[in-house]
């Protein structure tokens, strides 16, 4: 925590939400757009995906695919996270950090690239 003695509480906003609006002040980041669950914490990436993307709800399980073959999708872990699949086929992703956490609250990106996910863990 950058500053333990005047803490402001987030109050008008979720917490992705937030992640989202810090995240375009990056301009690597300027055309992320939400990513839709297709059903609760399920998330598919299409072919007309973008290429900066935010699971815009806690992500139990993401797919990327047939006809997506590369991008980076931000995403907090559900309680019952299992992972990331690739045109339906379950992948080990290589980790730039610590394994994923699922406790429903800590900002990842995911990068897909040359047939594999890179997770790294963001922030503090």
């Known amino acids: 925590m950058i500053n333990n003695d005047r803490i402001v509480p987030v109050q008008a906003i979720d917490l992705i939400s937030l992640y989202g609006l ?11 757009v939400a990513l839709n669950a297709t059903n609760p914490g ?12 935010i699971a815009d709800e ?13 991008g980076t999708v931000y995403f907090v872990p559900a309680y019952n996270y299992s ?14 950090s610590d394994e994923v956490v699922a406790d429903g609250r800590t900002l990842y990106k995911a990068v897909l690239g040359s047939g594999e996910v890179t997770i790294t863990k963001l922030g503090f």
């Open 22 to 32: 810090i995240l375009t002040m990056d301009s690597d980041n300027s055309g992320l």
């Open 42 to 53: 399920e998330f598919e990436v299409g072919a007309s995906a973008g290429s900066v993307l």
């Open 58 to 70: 806690p992500v139990a399980s993401l797919d990327f695919a047939s006809g997506y073959s590369a």
């Open 83 to 96: 992972g990331f699949s690739i045109n339906g086929s379950a992948v080990t992703p290589e980790s730039d």
